[in-house]
């Protein structure tokens, strides 16, 4: 076969549960492919050449005895180094933890072993999760494949990177606060953060307990739903894991939109944080083809970006704080410097604040709450702005910032990003859709309808 | 948020060192996160719960 990199997950599974497509052939495929271009992306810290190559003989020698898996057997994925993967460190990009070698595998990546998938290495993070694009790390920063010259969003900026150029079909990432859908939007894939709770964070380093969810990253909807169909479920030694039945997430994909009601949230792109002209037009766009084929698109008013904002760095900075606070005192000088500003907020932050945000919270809730009472699913901006130069700190400062991925990490509601077109200058613009608490069938029912409208899908960088 | 207050902030959370190799940075995160509660709307309503809440028997 040809164009391997290009497969997606669930056509890669399918060639190899046919036996059209050897594991073997695909990872070495993939090898190649990373020896060739991670010197331009810097997507890996860690590859794992061996491990893979082995685990995918073995994933041969499965089909072969007629015994696959799961939907995933034999396909490659990358894990974000905040994951932690046997045997591997789990450094989160950071000199803090450089040496730090995980013990076991996170729960999301026994999860996807066991559904069959090959793991090929621990993928650059910005530090912590929680940095930016940083050039004082032990690791360089990856860079967007759509142009080497721009940052491909973070923190889980290598599983971006990496699956929008073909190194791998599908990656795990986190998100705190917007950190899968960040990278997803920059770069021109599709980034999915499940409802809070729904897939298990043991194993994976923590930034904010009550923001953290994990999630995954694909070139198309229908990987992104087969993913979470194999990471999801309950985890009795996750505290804050939720006890919910599997959700067939692949199931209704193609039902398409009519008769569905979609909230636009206008105000987060049009007063909030008046986004790039270009993305203003392409959320537009998204939601009058929506409404051509067949939903009805109504405005939504929730609380401002800006509050939004507000109580998810009080939340988040907080609860970092109690993380980090013994390495901030001793070794400050061991992170970089974007992640050493981030972390240390946490110090001038009293309890009352932190008990107020999270009464503020539930307020922000049952306002999210009441707009999904009125519709099925919400439409709103990821990036208010399409991907800064990388080495243009000012830039990357004022633009970062400027998205409406928080409000949903302060919810818990299930998100995901997408790309919503490219701009003049070739980069990557962006759309968010929302919907209930465990309602990630419909998030994807609604995305995949946009897909296949627009052929996001078959849009991919020219990097080889 | 005044220079002396930072220091004195950040001298009660035991970041001397930090306060010593990296001023600008203190002062920095000092200031944003001082913004950050500024901006935040806390309820009003004596009532209003925190979130997530204790609920006893559900645990580990």
């Known amino acids: 076969m040809t164009g391997l990199h290009w497969l997606t997950a669930a056509e890669a599974a399918e060639a190899i549960r046919g036996r059209k497509l050897s594991p073997v052939e695909l990872t070495h495929a993939l090898l190649d492919r990373i020896e060739r271009l991670d010197t331009k992306l810097h997507v890996f810290i860690r590859l794992d050449r061996d491990a893979a190559l082995e685990s995918a003989k073995a994933a041969e020698a499965e089909i072969t005895a007629g015994r696959p898996r799961g939907p995933l057997h034999g396909v490659p994925v990358g894990i974000k180094d905040i994951i932690d993967v046997a045997g591997l460190p789990t450094t989160c990009h950071s000199k803090i933890l450089i040496d730090n070698i995980a013990a076991a595998d996170a729960v999301c990546v026994s999860r996807l072993r066991a559904a069959g998938a090959i793991v090929l290495g621990k993928l650059s993070t910005h530090e912590f999760a929680i940095g930016g694009p940083s050039f004082d790390l032990p690791w360089p920063p990856a860079r967007n494949p759509w142009n080497t010259a721009h940052h491909p969003g973070g923190s889980s900026s290598g599983s971006g990177s990496g699956v929008a150029a073909g190194l791998f079909p599908v990656a795990l990432g986190s998100d705190t606060g917007g950190s899968v859908r960040n990278p997803a939007s920059a770069c021109g894939i599709v980034g999915s953060k499940p409802t809070y709770g729904l897939v298990s964070r043991r194993g994976v380093f923590p930034l904010s307990f009550t923001l953290d969810h994990v999630g995954p990253l694909t070139r198309t909807v229908s990987d992104n739903a087969l993913m979470l169909d194999a990471i999801a479920g309950h985890d009795p030694l996750d505290a804050g894991s939720a006890a919910v039945p599997p959700g067939h997430y692949a199931a209704g994909l193609e039902r398409g939109v009519r008769g569905l009601r979609i909230g636009f949230i206008r105000h987060f792109h049009e007063t909030d944080l008046p986004a790039d002209p270009e993305v203003a037009a392409g959320l537009e766009n998204v939601a009058a083809t929506l409404h051509k084929l067949g939903a009805d698109i109504r405005d939504i008013r929730l609380p401002t970006l800006g509050e939004f904002g507000a109580v998810n760095r009080v939340i988040l900075q907080s609860e970092a704080w109690a993380i980090h606070a013994p390495w901030l005192r001793e070794r400050p000088g061991d992170y970089g410097q974007l992640a050493r500003r981030r972390l240390l907020g946490g110090a001038f932050i009293s309890a009352g604040d932190y008990v107020q945000a999270s009464r503020r919270r539930l307020e922000m809730i049952a306002a999210v709450e009441d707009a999904l009472r009125e519709v099925d699913v919400l439409l709103c901006a990821s990036a208010m702005d399409p991907p800064s130069r990388i080495e243009d700190a000012a830039e990357t400062e004022r633009t970062y910032p400027r998205q409406a991925r928080t409000p949903f990490n302060v919810t818990g509601h299930p998100a995901l990003a997408m790309m919503a077109g490219l701009s003049s200058a070739g980069l990557p613009l962006s759309v968010q859709f929302v919907a209930r608490y465990f309602a990630e069938g419909m998030l994807f029912q609604v995305a995949r309808a946009w897909e296949r409208a627009a052929g996001t899908d078959e849009k991919h960088p020219r990097i080889d | ?60």
């Open chain 2, 1 to 60: 948020m005044d220079k002396a207050i930072i220091e004195l902030l950040a001298r009660r959370a035991g970041l001397e060192r930090a306060l010593k190799e990296f001023p600008e940075d203190v002062t920095s995160a000092a200031e944003q996160a001082s913004g950050w509660v500024a901006k935040m709307q806390a309820p009003r309503e004596p009532h209003a719960e925190p979130w997530p809440p204790m609920k006893p028997g559900t645990g580990l």
